[in-house]
């Protein structure tokens, strides 16, 4: 998958984690589609989120138990944002940007995503504090 958004990169003119984030809001749709039962009821981003790793990957560990997944851990804070933190051996922090992005267009809502720490830049996992700025 590298070599080809490698490619992409320079035929298009657009930088690699820009690629990677617009896979994951293409993506989005597509995985939310299979979503587990238990999640009809969740009504927007934020509450989505904090399932991910409980509720989505353990069913996806669940049906394909060699399935290599990142861990995400999560904390509501009081101001109304979500603190995401992201670790993977594959370090595809843009990929889930992406991914968040789309779960905010599935919900009719716009986020804001800042992203103070990060793997390629040092860190030791990647933190995401993600905010609802618009709700349509």
């Known amino acids: 998958m590298l070599k080809l958004v490698s490619i992409l990169s320079v035929e298009l003119g657009v930088p690699i984690p820009d690629l990677v984030r617009s896979f994951g809001v293409y993506l989005f749709p597509v995985l939310y589609a299979r ?10 981003v934020i509450e989505f989120l904090t399932f991910v790793e409980n509720t989505i990957h353990y069913e996806v560990k669940r ?35 992406g991914l968040i992005e789309g779960a905010a267009t599935q919900f009719n809502q716009t986020v804001q995503i800042d992203h103070p720490v ?19």
């Open 118 to 136: 990060c793997v390629h830049k040092g860190g030791e996992h990647c933190e995401f504090f993600i905010r609802v700025t618009d709700k349509t």
């Open 35 to 44: 979503r587990p039962k238990q999640l009809d009821e969740v009504k927007g």
């Open 63 to 97: 049906l394909y138990p060699d399935t290599y997944l990142p861990t995400f851990e999560h904390e509501l804070l009081p101001d109304g944002q979500l603190k995401l933190i992201y670790r993977s051996k594959r370090k595809m922090c843009t990929l889930a940007e």
